[in-house]
């Protein structure tokens, strides 16, 4: 197996934890804009994870791209049109900064409904990033 099918798989696979946990994420931020619940670590662990999963995700993809560079390899080369690479990467860097926000501007509003909001506002906006930003032609899983 290849680098590049290694990195790859990992990609493609991280990928999905990447949309179960902003899916969580913002289910989890809106249900408490009620402001019935505090924010306790409990409710901050989405967010977190969330985070995380697409910071692996984007240093996974620039691995993947400083790679195929330096193979050759034409990335995306079946998506139809050439801007599709840039979109991809853009969009994909963009929702790792708002993800990073989701957390960072949760902790630090002052309210307990304000934190909610900010993790709402944040996951929301870094979901509908990766949403636009996903190869939907390629394997839903990688193949081994
Ligand atoms: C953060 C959200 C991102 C998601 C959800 C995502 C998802 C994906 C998926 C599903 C694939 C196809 C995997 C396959 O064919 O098995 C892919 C390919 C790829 N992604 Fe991402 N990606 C993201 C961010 C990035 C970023 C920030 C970069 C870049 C710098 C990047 C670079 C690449 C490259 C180079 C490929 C391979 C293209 C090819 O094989 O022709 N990705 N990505």
């Not at 990928?15 to 913002?26: D, E, H, M, N």
């Not at 790792?96 to 989701?102: E, I, K, N």
């Amino acid at each position: 197996m290849s680098f590049y099918a290694i990195l790859l798989a990992l990609h493609n696979l991280n990928r999905w934890l990447v949309l179960l946990t902003g899916v969580w994420a913002v289910i989890q931020s809106i249900s408490g804009l009620n402001g019935k619940r505090p924010f306790t670590p409990a409710e901050r662990r989405p967010v977190s994870m969330f985070m995380g999963t697409l910071h692996l995700q984007v240093v996974l993809g620039l691995l993947l791209f400083a790679y195929m560079g330096m193979q050759k390899i034409p990335v995306f080369a079946g998506a139809g049109r050439s801007s599709f690479q840039w979109e991809h990467l853009g969009l994909g860097v963009l929702a790792a900064v708002f993800g990073t926000l989701a957390s960072t501007q949760s902790r630090k509003a002052g309210s307990e409904v304000g934190k909610y909001r900010a993790a709402a506002l944040w996951s929301g906006l870094a979901l509908l990033m990766i949403l636009g930003a996903m190869p939907w032609f390629r394997p839903l899983l990688p193949h081994f």
